[in-house]
């Protein structure tokens, strides 16, 4: 059983940076794309960020492109969102999700998600 587990979010200022945490239980992802999605209340879930596990080609919406860094580290099987200048619009709860699909499919193709983690940014 796969098994996505978030942590990392919290409560940061406007300009202020966070790094989220998903750690990858159940199974290898070797051959699967990872990323994260965000999602606020009233709105679809949106795609932020994803990672091929081999090789580490990464793509980005044009909203977290130049202040998110995704990331991954193999050997812990720990996928990592490091967010920088944060504004307030970033206010969101952030999910993890894998996919068998390639990277460019994960945004419509998710076979996992994680729990979520809430990322509340102040003005």
């Known amino acids: 059983q796969v098994q996505l587990v978030e942590s990392g979010g919290g409560l940061v200022q406007n300009g202020g940076s966070l790094r989220l945490s998903c750690a990858a239980h159940?199974?290898?992802?070797?051959?699967?794309?990872m990323g994260w999605f965000r999602q606020t209340p009233g709105k679809e879930r949106e795609f932020v960020a994803a990672?091929?596990?081999?090789?580490?080609?990464?793509t980005y919406a044009n909203s977290a492109k130049g202040r998110f860094t995704i990331s991954r580290d193999n050997a812990k099987n720990t996928l990592y969102l490091q967010l920088n200048s944060l504004k307030p619009e970033d206010t969101a709860v952030y999910y993890c999700?894998?996919?068998?699909?390639?990277?460019?499919?994960?945004?419509?193709?998710?076979?996992?998600w994680g729990q979520g983690t809430q990322v509340t940014v102040s003005s």
């Open positions: 999700a894998s996919s068998a699909a390639p990277l460019n499919g994960l945004r419509n193709n998710v076979d996992y």
């Open positions: 159940g199974r290898s992802f070797s051959r699967y794309a």
């Open positions: 990672i091929t596990w081999i090789g580490g080609s990464t």
